[in-house]
C-alpha cells in the first residue's frame, strides 16, 4: 500500500536536519525522515482489532513538527518506528478480528488514535484507563504493542497518511449515516479541544481568550460556544480568514495580532496595564481562562500578561522550549497554567461517556458546525503540495488539511 511514514536513524536525522535548513523539500524524500512510497499493509494484532481502509487522513501541526524535526525529543519514548503518520482517523471498515462485536464490513468510523492499556491488552488496566482517563495512560510502551501513544507514530499499525491503518473495537466510533466524512475527519482534534474547555469549564459571564487562530484555536472556540454559551470569548488571529471562522463561532472580539495589539487585547478582557521600568507592560485583572493554541513563547507571555489574578492558563498541545520567557507575572498574579492534549473522561460525564465521544455527538448533532474548518484535502500523491499548503496558512487559507483516499 502507498504511505507516508518516518524514521530517525542518526545518520538519516542529521542529513534530513541539514537538507532542511536548505529547503523544505529535503523534509520528505528518499533519503530523509520522511518518505512516501509502497510498504506492507499491517496485520490484525489480535482477535479485538480491525483492519480499516482510510478516507480521510487529516494533517496535526505534530505531524508537521515531527517531519521538520521539530518534535521535542522527550517524546520519543512514546513512539516507535518506523511508523505511518496521521492519528485523526476516519475510514471504512474492511476486514474484522475473530472477536469484533462492535462493528461490521462497511461501517464508517472514526478511530480515537489512543493505544491505551485496552488496546495493548494489559490486564488489569492502570488507574487512569480504569478512571476512563486514557490519555494519561501509564502502559503507553508496555504491552502487547510496540511503544506508541497513538495510532500514526506506532510501528506496524498504519496511520491516516497510508491507505489502510488497524484499530482496537474499542477505538471505534461509528459514523452516522448524516455526517459527512469531512466533519467526521474533526473530532479528534476537537475533542482535543473539548477536553481542555470541560476540564476548565467557564461560568456564565466569565471572560475567556483564546490564543493562536488556527485548526485548534478555532475548534476551541467552537467548543466554548458549544459547552459554556454564557462565556464571553475573545481570540488573537493572526489572518482575516482566521478571523471569520471566529466571529462564526460567536467570538465576541477578535484582536489582530499585529503590531503592538497588548493594548486591545487587554481592552477585550477588561485588563488594566503597568508599565515597568523596562520591557513590556503587566496587567492588573483581564481573562478568567486563557487558552493558548500555539507554540513557542508569546502566546505563553501574551496570556500571563492580560490573565486575571487567579485566573487559568492552558497550554493546549505542542509547545515545548519556551526560550526568554519571563515568568514573573505566573507567581505575582498566581495564575494556575495547565497542560491539555488528549482525551478521557470528565467530571460530566460517566467514564464511557468522556471527551472523544462527547465531540463526536456535539458534532453530530449540530452544535459544534465544524466543517468548514476542514479547508482543503489532497490525493497521496499530491504530498508535497499538502504539506505544503497546510504550512502556509496565510498564503494558502488554509485551517485544517488532509489526505483523500
Same mark, same amino acid.
Given at each position: 500500500?502507498?504511505?507516508?511514514?518516518?524514521?530517525?536513524?542518526?545518520?538519516?536525522?542529521?542529513?534530513?536536519?541539514?537538507?532542511?535548513?536548505?529547503?523544505?523539500?529535503?523534509?520528505?524524500?528518499p533519503?530523509?525522515?520522511?518518505?512516501?512510497?509502497?510498504?506492507?499493509?499491517?496485520?490484525?494484532?489480535?482477535?479485538?482489532?480491525?483492519?480499516?481502509?482510510?478516507?480521510?487522513?487529516?494533517?496535526?501541526?505534530?505531524?508537521?513538527?515531527?517531519?521538520?524535526?521539530?518534535?521535542?525529543?522527550?517524546?520519543?519514548?512514546?513512539?516507535?518506528?518506523?511508523?505511518?503518520?496521521?492519528?485523526?482517523?476516519?475510514?471504512?471498515?474492511?476486514?474484522?478480528?475473530?472477536?469484533?462485536?462492535?462493528?461490521?464490513?462497511?461501517?464508517?468510523?472514526?478511530?480515537?488514535?489512543?493505544?491505551?492499556?485496552?488496546?495493548?491488552?494489559?490486564?488489569?488496566?492502570?488507574?487512569?484507563?480504569? %478512571? #476512563?482517563?486514557? !490519555?494519561?495512560? +501509564?502502559?503507553?510502551?508496555?504491552? =502487547? &504493542?510496540? *511503544? @506508541?501513544?497513538?495510532?500514526?507514530?506506532?510501528?506496524g499499525?498504519?496511520?491516516?497518511?497510508?491507505?489502510?491503518?488497524?484499530?482496537?473495537?474499542?477505538?471505534l466510533?461509528?459514523?452516522?449515516?448524516?455526517?459527512?466524512?469531512?466533519?467526521?475527519?474533526?473530532?479528534?482534534?476537537?475533542?482535543?479541544?473539548?477536553?481542555?474547555?470541560?476540564?476548565?469549564?467557564?461560568?456564565?459571564?466569565?471572560?475567556?481568550?483564546?490564543?493562536? %487562530? #488556527?485548526?485548534? !484555536?478555532?475548534? +476551541?472556540?467552537?467548543?466554548?460556544? =458549544? &459547552?459554556? *454559551? @454564557?462565556?464571553?470569548?475573545?481570540?488573537?488571529?493572526?489572518?482575516?480568514?482566521?478571523?471569520?471562522?471566529?466571529?462564526?463561532?460567536?467570538?465576541?472580539?477578535?484582536?489582530?495580532?499585529?503590531?503592538?495589539?497588548?493594548?486591545?487585547?487587554?481592552?477585550?478582557?477588561?485588563?488594566?496595564?503597568?508599565?515597568?521600568?523596562?520591557?513590556?507592560?503587566?496587567?492588573?485583572?483581564?481573562?478568567?481562562?486563557?487558552?493558548?493554541?500555539?507554540? #513557542?513563547?508569546? !502566546?505563553m507571555?501574551?496570556?500571563m500578561?492580560?490573565t =486575571?489574578?487567579?485566573?487559568?492558563?492552558?497550554?493546549?498541545?505542542?509547545?515545548?522550549?519556551?526560550?526568554g520567557?519571563?515568568?514573573?507575572?505566573?507567581?505575582l498574579?498566581?495564575?494556575?497554567?495547565?497542560?491539555?492534549?488528549?482525551?478521557?473522561?470528565?467530571?460530566?460525564?460517566?467514564?464511557?461517556?468522556?471527551?472523544?465521544?462527547?465531540?463526536?455527538?456535539?458534532?453530530?448533532?449540530g452544535?459544534?458546525?465544524?466543517?468548514?474548518?476542514?479547508?482543503?484535502?489532497?490525493?497521496?500523491?499530491?504530498?508535497?503540495?499538502?504539506?505544503?499548503? =497546510?504550512?502556509?496558512?496565510?498564503?494558502?487559507?488554509?485551517?485544517k488539511?488532509?489526505?483523500?483516499?
Amino acid at each position: 500500500m502507498k504511505a507516508i511514514r518516518f524514521a530517525a536513524p542518526i545518520p538519516t536525522y542529521l542529513a534530513t536536519l541539514a537538507a532542511g535548513k536548505i529547503s523544505d523539500r529535503f523534509y520528505i524524500g528518499p533519503h530523509a525522515c520522511t518518505t512516501y512510497g509502497d510498504i506492507d499493509a499491517p496485520q490484525l494484532p489480535g482477535g479485538k482489532w480491525v483492519r480499516i481502509r482510510t478516507k480521510l487522513g487529516g494533517i496535526c501541526g505534530s505531524d508537521l513538527n515531527i517531519i521538520t524535526l521539530g518534535a521535542s525529543p522527550s517524546t520519543s519514548p512514546f513512539s516507535s518506528f518506523p511508523f505511518v503518520l496521521g492519528h485523526e482517523l476516519v475510514g471504512e471498515v474492511m476486514e474484522l478480528g475473530a472477536e469484533v462485536r462492535a462493528v461490521n464490513v462497511g461501517d464508517r468510523v472514526a478511530a480515537n488514535p489512543l493505544l491505551c492499556c485496552e488496546a495493548r491488552a494489559i490486564s488489569p488496566v492502570c488507574a487512569a484507563c480504569a %478512571a #476512563g482517563e486514557h !490519555g494519561r495512560c +501509564a502502559r503507553f510502551t508496555e504491552g =502487547a &504493542l510496540p *511503544p @506508541g501513544m497513538l495510532i500514526g507514530t506506532t510501528r506496524g499499525l498504519g496511520g491516516g497518511w497510508g491507505e489502510e491503518f488497524v484499530a482496537h473495537e474499542t477505538q471505534l466510533w461509528k459514523v452516522p449515516a448524516g455526517m459527512p466524512d469531512e466533519s467526521a475527519a474533526l473530532i479528534e482534534p476537537f475533542a482535543c479541544t473539548v477536553r481542555a474547555v470541560r476540564a476548565n469549564l467557564p461560568a456564565g459571564g466569565q471572560h475567556v481568550l483564546i490564543v493562536g %487562530a #488556527g485548526s485548534i !484555536g478555532l475548534l +476551541a472556540t467552537a467548543a466554548v460556544r =458549544a &459547552l459554556a *454559551p @454564557g462565556a464571553r470569548v475573545t481570540v488573537l488571529a493572526r489572518h482575516e480568514f482566521q478571523a471569520e471562522h471566529a466571529k462564526r463561532f460567536g467570538a465576541a472580539n477578535i484582536v489582530k495580532a499585529r503590531g503592538n495589539y497588548i493594548k486591545a487585547l487587554a481592552d477585550a478582557g477588561g485588563t488594566k496595564l503597568l508599565q515597568p521600568i523596562l520591557g513590556k507592560p503587566i496587567g492588573i485583572g483581564g481573562f478568567d481562562l486563557s487558552i493558548v493554541c500555539v507554540s #513557542g513563547a508569546r !502566546g505563553m507571555d501574551d496570556a500571563m500578561r492580560v490573565t =486575571a489574578a487567579g485566573g487559568t492558563i492552558v497550554l493546549l498541545g505542542n509547545s515545548s522550549t519556551m526560550n526568554g520567557l519571563d515568568w514573573t507575572p505566573l507567581w505575582l498574579k498566581e495564575l494556575t497554567v495547565r497542560g491539555s492534549v488528549y482525551y478521557g473522561a470528565h467530571r460530566h460525564a460517566p467514564a464511557e461517556r468522556g471527551d472523544f465521544a462527547e465531540a463526536a455527538d456535539l458534532i453530530a448533532s449540530g452544535r459544534a458546525d465544524v466543517r468548514p474548518l476542514l479547508t482543503h484535502t489532497f490525493p497521496l500523491a499530491d504530498y508535497r503540495t499538502a504539506i505544503a499548503t =497546510a504550512m502556509d496558512k496565510r498564503g494558502a487559507g488554509s485551517v485544517k488539511v488532509a489526505f483523500r483516499f
